[in-house]
C-alpha cells in the first residue's frame, strides 16, 4: 500500500512560516527583548557587571526636563512635516493627475527626492539653509540675524522639517498619483458633464476615494518621522541648538552611543516604540473610521 | 577558540628566550591599532605604521582608522563585548575615566616593563603624563596626540589699533577687541559654543585659573565627584563672552553655519580665536595671502597666577584579552611612538606636540620651533609647563564627560540665545551634570578609580 504523508494544513503552515518567523525573531523579537532587558538593568559599557535596577530608567528618565522636551519636539517635527509633506504631495498630485503638458516630466521629477539618501539630502539643506553662505544669506543681509538656525531653535527646528518634508513630498507623491489614477475617469467625466468644477469634482469624488491612501500615508509619515529624521538631525543640527532638536530618535542614540548610557538609551527606544503603537492604534481606532473603501 | 590557540602560541613564544625571538622565516605577529583620526591625519598615521613595520621584522600593526574619536570608543566597546578587540586603540581625553573603570586594559606602564623596555616617565611633561596616570603615578595609557589650547590672534589687525603684542588679560582682550570693532573690524573675535568647545573655554580657562570644574580634585579622589563651575571664575569668564557677543564683539563662527572659527580666522574675517595647536598647521597651510598671525598663551584675568594649562587629544590604550606575542608588538610599537624621532616626524606632519621634554629637546635642536610654518608652537609647551600641575590642573577626570560636554554645548546655547541667565544656564550645567555623574557612579558600585 502506498504510504502517503499527510501534514494537517496546521503544520503546512508553520513549516512555510518557520524560515520567516527565524528571521523577525533573530532581527526583531531578539533585539527587542534585549532593549526591554537593558532598560531594567544598569548596563557597564564594557561589559562584566550589569545592576538589577527595575523601573529606575524609566523612572530617571521620565523625570528629566530634556526627555520631556525631547517628546515635544518629536511631537511638534511629526506633526508639522507629516502635515506639509502630505499636503504638498496631494496637490502637486492632483495636478499632475490632469492631462497637463508634460506632465510625465513633472511625475518623474517629483519622485526622484525620495531616492535621495537622508544624508546627502541633509548636506545640501546644511548648505542651502546656512545663515551666511546660503540662499537665506541674502535675507540675513536685509535684516541682520533673522535667519539663525545655530541660535535659534525655531528656525533649526524649521529646516529640519523642509528637509524632512521635502524627501516624503516625492514618496507621497508616488502613492497620490497611483491613488488618482485608479479613480474611474467615467466618474469624473460624468461629473463634469453634470456641470460641476474641479474643485467640486476634487472633493465630492476624488478627494473621498483616495481616503485609504491618505489614511496609509499618514500612518507611514508619522512613524518615518519618528524614525527617519535621524540623519538629517545628525547632519543638519545634531540635536541643537540648546536641544530644540533633540527628537526623541537622536537622543536615544547621542546618550547610547556616544553617552555610553546603554540602559538609559533603551528604556528611551522602550518608550518611543510604546509611542508609535500608541499613535498607530490611535489612528485606526479614531480615524480610520472615516476612511472610505470603496 | 581561538584564545586557546593563541594560548599555545603564546605557551610557545615563552618558551622561547627573548634573545632567539622568531626564526627568520616567521610570519610577523599582527596585531590591530585601531584610531580615531581621519582625513589628513590618518594618512599621518599610515605612515607612521608604515615606517613601524619597515624598521623590523617580528611584528606588523595593521592600522584602522574608526572615523572619529566617538567611533572608534563605540567600535572597540562593541569588539571587546564580542571578544575581538583590537590590542592597541587610541581613546580621546574625556574616556579616560571610562577606560580606567572599564577593566579592559593592560596598563602600559606594566606592559612595558615586563617586555624589557625601560621607559622614564620623568621624561614626560607633567601636565601630559598625569592625566593618563592614576593617582599613584601609574602611567595606564601612553600619550599619542596631544594638544593644548592657543589664543590666535591676527598681528594686522592688532597692528591697526596699535597693538604688536597679543593681550595678556581678559580685561586687555575686552579693550582690544572693542578697539578693533571701532577700528571697523566686523568680527574682532570668533568663538563656538557647542559641545566641544568646552575643552579651551571650560576645562583649559578652569586649570589656568586655578578653578576647579569639579569638586573631589576634578574628580581623581573619587566618583562622587560634583560640579562646581557655577560658582567658579568660570562664570565671570561666561559672563563676559556673552556681553561681549552681545555688543557684537565676539561672533559664534560654526560649520554648521558655513564657516567654523578656524576658517574664520585662516581667512582674516575673524581676528582672535581661541582653538588647539593641533590647528596651527591648517592655518599656515590655508591662511590669507600675506596675513600676519601668530599664537599666544590664553590670557588670564588681571591679577591670576597664570597655572599649566591641560592636555588634549588622545592617549594609546592597550586591551587586555591578547596573547603575549601580540603585547610583546604592542610593548615594540608604543616604543617606537615614544621615540624622540617618530616625535619629530608627528609633529612635522600633524602639529600635534611632542610629549616628552627629549623629543621637545630633540626637536629644538633640529630647528623645528626655528622655521616659518612651525615658528610658534613652541608656546603650547610653555602654556602646558607654566607652572608643576596642581590639584586641579592635573586634569578633569569624570565620568560620561563626553556627555557632561554636551550639556555644556547646550546651556551655553541657552545663554547666547537669551534663553536663560548666564548663572541658570551654569546652575542647570550643574544640576544635569551632576546627574550624568550620579549615573555613572551607580553604574560602577563600590569601585573607585585608579
Same mark, same amino acid.
Given at each position: 500500500?502506498?504510504?502517503?504523508?499527510?501534514?494537517?494544513?496546521?503544520?503546512?503552515?508553520?513549516?512555510?512560516?518557520?524560515?520567516?518567523?527565524?528571521?523577525?525573531?533573530?532581527?526583531?523579537?531578539?533585539?527587542?527583548?534585549?532593549?526591554?532587558y537593558w532598560s531594567l538593568t544598569l548596563q557597564q559599557p564594557?561589559?562584566?557587571?550589569?545592576?538589577?535596577?527595575?523601573?529606575?530608567?524609566?523612572?530617571?528618565?521620565?523625570?528629566?526636563?530634556?526627555?520631556?522636551?525631547?517628546?515635544?519636539?518629536?511631537?511638534?517635527?511629526?506633526?508639522?512635516?507629516?502635515?506639509?509633506?502630505?499636503?504638498?504631495?496631494?496637490?502637486?498630485?492632483?495636478?499632475?493627475?490632469?492631462?497637463?503638458?508634460?506632465?510625465?516630466?513633472?511625475?518623474?521629477?517629483?519622485?526622484?527626492?525620495?531616492?535621495?539618501?537622508?544624508?546627502?539630502?541633509?548636506?545640501?539643506?546644511?548648505?542651502?539653509?546656512?545663515?551666511?553662505?546660503?540662499?537665506?544669506?541674502?535675507?540675513?543681509?536685509?535684516?541682520?540675524?533673522?535667519?539663525?538656525?545655530?541660535?535659534?531653535?525655531?528656525?533649526?527646528?524649521?529646516?529640519?522639517?523642509?528637509?524632512?518634508?521635502?524627501?516624503?513630498?516625492?514618496?507621497?507623491?508616488?502613492?497620490?498619483?497611483?491613488?488618482?489614477?485608479?479613480?474611474?475617469?467615467?466618474?469624473?467625466?460624468?461629473?463634469?458633464?453634470?456641470?460641476?468644477?474641479?474643485?467640486?469634482?476634487?472633493?465630492?469624488?476624488?478627494?473621498?476615494?483616495?481616503?485609504?491612501?491618505?489614511?496609509?500615508?499618514?500612518?507611514?509619515?508619522?512613524?518615518?518621522?519618528?524614525?527617519?529624521?535621524?540623519?538629517?538631525?545628525?547632519?543638519?543640527?545634531?540635536?541643537?541648538?540648546?536641544?530644540?532638536?533633540?527628537?526623541?530618535?537622536?537622543?536615544?542614540?547621542?546618550?547610547?552611543?556616544?553617552?555610553?548610557?546603554?540602559?538609559?538609551?533603551?528604556?528611551?527606544?522602550?518608550?518611543?516604540?510604546?509611542?508609535?503603537?500608541?499613535?498607530?492604534?490611535?489612528?485606526?481606532?479614531?480615524?480610520?473610521?472615516?476612511?472610505?473603501?470603496? | 577558540?581561538?584564545?586557546?590557540?593563541?594560548?599555545?602560541?603564546?605557551?610557545?613564544?615563552?618558551?622561547?628566550?627573548?634573545?632567539?625571538?622568531?626564526?627568520?622565516?616567521?610570519?610577523?605577529?599582527?596585531?590591530?591599532?585601531?584610531?580615531?583620526?581621519?582625513?589628513?591625519?590618518?594618512?599621518?598615521?599610515?605612515?607612521?605604521?608604515?615606517?613601524?613595520?619597515?624598521?623590523?621584522?617580528?611584528?606588523?600593526?595593521?592600522?584602522?582608522?574608526?572615523?572619529?574619536?566617538?567611533?572608534?570608543?563605540? =567600535?572597540?566597546? !562593541?569588539?571587546?563585548?564580542? +571578544? $575581538?578587540?583590537?590590542?592597541?586603540?587610541?581613546?580621546? %581625553? *574625556? #574616556?579616560?575615566?571610562?577606560?580606567?573603570?572599564?577593566?579592559?586594559?593592560?596598563?602600559?606602564?606594566?606592559?612595558?616593563?615586563?617586555?624589557?623596555?625601560?621607559?622614564?616617565?620623568?621624561?614626560?611633561?607633567?601636565?601630559?603624563?598625569?592625566?593618563?596616570?592614576?593617582?599613584?603615578?601609574?602611567?595606564?595609557?601612553?600619550?599619542?596626540?596631544?594638544?593644548?589650547?592657543?589664543?590666535?590672534? =591676527?598681528?594686522? !589687525?592688532?597692528?591697526?589699533? +596699535? $597693538?604688536?603684542?597679543?593681550?595678556?588679560?581678559?580685561? %586687555? *582682550? #575686552?579693550?582690544?577687541?572693542?578697539?578693533?570693532?571701532?577700528?571697523?573690524?566686523?568680527?574682532?573675535?570668533?568663538?563656538?559654543?557647542?559641545?566641544?568647545?568646552?575643552?579651551?573655554?571650560?576645562?583649559?580657562?578652569?586649570?589656568?585659573?586655578?578653578?576647579?570644574?569639579?569638586?573631589?580634585?576634578?574628580?581623581?579622589?573619587?566618583?562622587?565627584?560634583?560640579?562646581?563651575?557655577?560658582?567658579?571664575?568660570?562664570?565671570?569668564?561666561?559672563?563676559?563672552? $556673552?556681553?561681549?557677543?552681545?555688543?557684537?564683539?565676539?561672533?559664534?563662527?560654526?560649520?554648521?553655519?558655513?564657516?567654523?572659527?578656524?576658517?574664520?580666522?585662516?581667512?582674516?574675517?575673524?581676528?582672535?580665536?581661541?582653538?588647539?595647536?593641533?590647528?596651527?598647521?591648517?592655518?599656515?597651510?590655508?591662511?590669507?595671502?600675506?596675513?600676519?598671525?601668530?599664537?599666544?598663551?590664553?590670557?588670564?584675568?588681571?591679577?591670576?597666577?597664570?597655572?599649566?594649562?591641560?592636555?588634549?587629544?588622545?592617549?594609546?590604550?592597550?586591551?587586555?584579552?591578547?596573547?603575549?606575542?601580540?603585547?610583546?608588538?604592542?610593548?615594540?610599537?608604543?616604543?617606537?611612538?615614544?621615540?624622540?624621532?617618530?616625535?619629530?616626524?608627528?609633529?612635522?606632519?600633524?602639529?600635534?606636540?611632542?610629549?616628552?621634554?627629549?623629543?621637545?629637546?630633540?626637536?629644538?635642536?633640529?630647528?623645528?620651533?626655528?622655521?616659518?610654518?612651525?615658528?610658534?608652537?613652541?608656546?603650547?609647551?610653555?602654556?602646558?609647563?607654566?607652572?608643576?600641575?596642581?590639584e586641579v590642573t592635573r586634569g578633569v577626570r569624570l565620568g560620561?564627560?563626553?556627555?557632561?560636554?554636551?550639556?555644556?554645548?547646550?546651556?551655553?546655547?541657552?545663554?547666547?540665545?537669551?534663553?536663560?541667565?548666564?548663572?541658570?544656564?551654569?546652575?542647570?550645567?550643574?544640576?544635569?551634570?551632576?546627574?550624568?555623574?550620579?549615573?555613572?557612579?551607580?553604574?560602577?558600585?563600590?569601585?573607585?578609580?585608579?
Amino acid at each position: 500500500m502506498e504510504k502517503r504523508v499527510t501534514f494537517s494544513s496546521w503544520t503546512i503552515g508553520i513549516l512555510f512560516a518557520v524560515p520567516q518567523l527565524l528571521l523577525i525573531f533573530t532581527f526583531f523579537y531578539w533585539p527587542a527583548g534585549q532593549a526591554v532587558y537593558w532598560s531594567l538593568t544598569l548596563q557597564q559599557p564594557w561589559g562584566g557587571g550589569n545592576i538589577w535596577v527595575g523601573l529606575d530608567n524609566f523612572r530617571s528618565i521620565l523625570a528629566n526636563a530634556d526627555y520631556w522636551n525631547s517628546i515635544t519636539a518629536s511631537l511638534v517635527f511629526a506633526g508639522i512635516s507629516t502635515g506639509l509633506a502630505m499636503f504638498i504631495a496631494l496637490v502637486l498630485a492632483a495636478l499632475t493627475d490632469r492631462q497637463l503638458a508634460g506632465s510625465r516630466l513633472y511625475r518623474v521629477v517629483l519622485i526622484w527626492p525620495y531616492g535621495i539618501a537622508a544624508p546627502a539630502l541633509a548636506l545640501a539643506f546644511r548648505f542651502i539653509l546656512a545663515p551666511e553662505a546660503g540662499f537665506l544669506s541674502v535675507v540675513n543681509r536685509m535684516w541682520p540675524g533673522i535667519w539663525d538656525p545655530g541660535l535659534d531653535g525655531a528656525d533649526a527646528m524649521a529646516s529640519i522639517i523642509v528637509a524632512f518634508s521635502w524627501k516624503y513630498v516625492g514618496y507621497n507623491f508616488i502613492f497620490f498619483l497611483a491613488a488618482f489614477q485608479a479613480i474611474p475617469r467615467s466618474l469624473i467625466e460624468a461629473a463634469a458633464m453634470d456641470g460641476s468644477g474641479v474643485i467640486r469634482r476634487f472633493w465630492d469624488i476624488q478627494f473621498p476615494l483616495i481616503t485609504p491612501t491618505i489614511f496609509f500615508l499618514l500612518v507611514i509619515n508619522i512613524t518615518e518621522s519618528f524614525q527617519d529624521s535621524f540623519g538629517i538631525v545628525d547632519i543638519m543640527t545634531s540635536g541643537g541648538p540648546a536641544n530644540a532638536t533633540n527628537l526623541m530618535v537622536y537622543k536615544i542614540y547621542s546618550d547610547g552611543f556616544k553617552g555610553l548610557d546603554y540602559s538609559g538609551a533603551a528604556a528611551q527606544s522602550i518608550i518611543l516604540m510604546l509611542l508609535i503603537i500608541l499613535l498607530t492604534i490611535f489612528q485606526f481606532r479614531f480615524i480610520e473610521r472615516r476612511v472610505h473603501y470603496g | 577558540m581561538t584564545m586557546i590557540k593563541r594560548g599555545f602560541a603564546a605557551l610557545a613564544a615563552g618558551a622561547l628566550s627573548t634573545a632567539l625571538a622568531m626564526p627568520a622565516f616567521a610570519e610577523p605577529v599582527k596585531f590591530d591599532f585601531w584610531f580615531g583620526l581621519s582625513g589628513d591625519l590618518a594618512r599621518v598615521v599610515d605612515t607612521m605604521c608604515k615606517n613601524f613595520n619597515a624598521s623590523q621584522s617580528d611584528y606588523e600593526v595593521v592600522c584602522t582608522s574608526q572615523g572619529n574619536y566617538d567611533a572608534t570608543l563605540q =567600535n572597540t566597546i !562593541a569588539a571587546f563585548r564580542a +571578544g $575581538k578587540q583590537p590590542t592597541v586603540v587610541q581613546v580621546y %581625553d *574625556v #574616556g579616560t575615566a571610562t577606560m580606567m573603570l572599564s577593566g579592559a586594559y593592560k596598563p602600559a606602564d606594566k606592559l612595558m616593563e615586563e617586555n624589557g623596555y625601560k621607559i622614564d616617565y620623568a621624561d614626560y611633561f607633567p601636565g601630559i603624563a598625569r592625566y593618563y596616570a592614576t593617582s599613584k603615578g601609574e602611567m595606564l595609557s601612553f600619550p599619542f596626540n596631544s594638544s593644548t589650547a592657543l589664543m590666535y590672534w =591676527n598681528k594686522d !589687525a592688532f597692528a591697526k589699533i +596699535g $597693538k604688536t603684542e597679543a593681550p595678556k588679560t581678559w580685561e %586687555d *582682550v #575686552g579693550a582690544d577687541l572693542q578697539a578693533m570693532k571701532d577700528a571697523g573690524y566686523e568680527c574682532p573675535m570668533a568663538i563656538n559654543i557647542s559641545a566641544n568647545e568646552s575643552w579651551q573655554l571650560m576645562e583649559q580657562f578652569s586649570a589656568i585659573h586655578n578653578q576647579p570644574v569639579a569638586t573631589k580634585n576634578n574628580g581623581y579622589d573619587g566618583l562622587d565627584a560634583r560640579l562646581e563651575v557655577n560658582k567658579t571664575k568660570f562664570v565671570q569668564y561666561v559672563t563676559d563672552l $556673552k556681553k561681549w557677543y552681545d555688543s557684537g564683539l565676539i561672533k559664534i563662527k560654526s560649520k554648521d553655519l558655513g564657516q567654523d572659527m578656524v576658517q574664520a580666522f585662516a581667512s582674516g574675517t575673524c581676528q582672535v580665536i581661541l582653538t588647539s595647536v593641533g590647528d596651527h598647521g591648517t592655518v599656515g597651510r590655508t591662511q590669507k595671502e600675506g596675513m600676519n598671525w601668530d599664537v599666544a598663551e590664553l590670557p588670564v584675568y588681571a591679577g591670576t597666577e597664570r597655572k599649566n594649562s591641560l592636555v588634549g587629544g588622545a592617549s594609546l590604550w592597550v586591551l587586555s584579552g591578547k596573547s603575549d606575542a601580540e603585547y610583546k608588538g604592542a610593548a615594540a610599537f608604543l616604543n617606537f611612538i615614544h621615540d624622540p624621532k617618530t616625535a619629530l616626524f608627528w609633529s612635522t606632519n600633524t602639529g600635534y606636540i611632542p610629549v616628552t621634554k627629549s623629543g621637545f629637546d630633540y626637536m629644538k635642536g633640529q630647528g623645528f620651533y626655528d622655521k616659518a610654518p612651525y615658528k610658534g608652537r613652541e608656546t603650547a609647551i610653555a602654556s602646558l609647563t607654566a607652572s608643576e600641575p596642581t590639584e586641579v590642573t592635573r586634569g578633569v577626570r569624570l565620568g560620561n564627560f563626553t556627555q557632561i560636554r554636551a550639556e555644556f554645548g547646550t546651556q551655553m546655547q541657552a545663554i547666547f540665545a537669551n534663553k536663560v541667565s548666564v548663572q541658570e544656564g551654569l546652575d542647570t550645567l550643574v544640576k544635569n551634570g551632576d546627574a550624568i555623574l550620579d549615573r555613572f557612579q551607580q553604574t560602577y558600585p563600590g569601585k573607585t578609580l585608579p
